[in-house]
T-cell receptor
């Protein structure tokens, strides 16, 4: 079964500390993976997708097929990074795409 | 900014009633997907519409149905509401069925 697991419900760090939000997946095939972020009182928005290999707001994520992981990392956390983060897997159907989300991790950055 | 809007923002219904939620977007975004997000959970895929046809469905019963109109706006209809249908309902648009999805603000439904 296709599944996305985010093992941490809450991650609390101090400003300037490194951040790693964990994401593991199960999928038979070549996965396409995303990180979405939801800031307080804002809509869910795309942070990055693995095929673009971009660094957005200092965040990066590497797809590790051997460990079936797609952890989100940032070397120095900022207070404005506080938000809910969702890892998602794109499941291609006969036509079209469904996103399978994890339960999310709340990142709290304090000074 | 993709200009995805949803209406209404909040809604209260009672068990057994029917509800219609709406989603609209800019032209050119011909695909709309609907998700249900229960409290403390990630969004769950309900179904997707591409050029007015259903294009994939998640594990939701037939009382969840939808429509997409020629201007690409969409409706989600839920019949015979149950308490467990209380959730945030999100629509997401994309330029094509395989492209990145952009989410609306959601409609929060409470079933009493």
């Amino acid at each position: 079964a296709q599944r996305v697991t985010q093992p941490e419900k809450l991650l609390s760090v101090f400003k300037g500390a490194p951040v790693e939000l964990k994401c593991n997946y199960s999928y038979s095939g070549s996965p396409e993976l995303f990180w979405y972020v939801q800031y307080s009182r804002q809509r869910l928005q795309l942070l990055l997708r693995h095929i673009s290999r971009e660094s957005i707001k200092g965040f990066t994520a590497d797809l590790n097929k051997g460990e079936t992981s797609f952890h989100l990392k940032k070397p120095f956390a900022q207070e404005e990074d506080s938000a809910m983060y969702y890892c998602a897997l794109s499941r291609n159907q006969q036509a079209g795409t469904a996103l399978i989300f994890g339960k999310g991790t709340t990142l709290s950055v304090s000074s | 900014e993709t200009g995805v809007t949803q209406s209404p923002t909040h809604l209260i219904k009672t068990r057994g009633q029917q509800v219609t939620l709406r989603c609209s977007s800019q032209s050119g975004h011909n695909t709309v997907s609907w998700y249900q997000q229960a409290l403390g959970q990630g969004p769950q895929f309900i179904f997707q519409y591409y050029r007015e046809e259903e294009n994939g469905r998640g594990n939701f019963p037939p009382r969840f149905s939808g429509l997409q109109f020629p201007n690409y706006s969409s409706e989600l209809n839920v019949n015979a509401l149950e308490l467990d249908d209380s959730a945030l309902y999100l629509c997401a648009i994309s330029r094509d069925s395989l492209e990145t999805q952009y989410f609306g603000p959601g409609t929060r439904l409470l079933v009493l």
